[in-house]
């Protein structure tokens, strides 16, 4: 009786770890066939299946690990940030400028509006004043 209880209790432990490795593993990395491929195989066939996976399906040590980040990065502290920052500050300084000269040039229209014209007058017949 505890044969079984032990024979039953390694096998799920088997069918677990294999299924849980499969869906950890990204799907291009698996080797044979593919990712969803392997999880209906482990499905099917628990043992087998993942006595399989480890065998052919599971990729090898080549591939190069992925960067981790133990903490969040501050702005400051975030390269691409501080890259742009720059690029960021020139681009709305121009923009303020490029607001402050077209203000200006509105001003400028509106001021033009509001003064005579110079021109001949109805009494000045050579155009001259």
């Known amino acids: 009786m505890l044969f079984r209880v032990a024979l039953a209790v390694a096998v799920l432990v088997i069918f677990v770890y294999g299924l849980v490795d499969v869906i950890r593993t ?21 043992v087998l299946g993942a006595i399989l996976w480890l065998l052919i399906g599971r990729p090898r040590g080549t591939a190069e690990p992925r960067p981790s980040y ?14 742009n920052l720059e690029s960021r500050r020139r681009n709305q300084a121009e923009a303020e400028r490029l607001k402050k000269l ?14 005579p014209r110079r021109g001949t007058d109805e009494h000045d017949t050579d155009g001259l004043k």
């Open 70 to 83: 133990p903490h969040s990065t501050a702005p400051d502290d975030d390269p691409d940030f501080l890259r």
């Open 26 to 46: 990204e799907g291009r990395l698996t080797r044979g066939i593919s990712k969803p491929a392997w999880i209906i195989v482990q499905i099917i066939l628990p």
């Open 102 to 115: 077209k203000d200006e040039l509105d001003a400028k229209a509106k001021d033009g509006d509001r003064k």
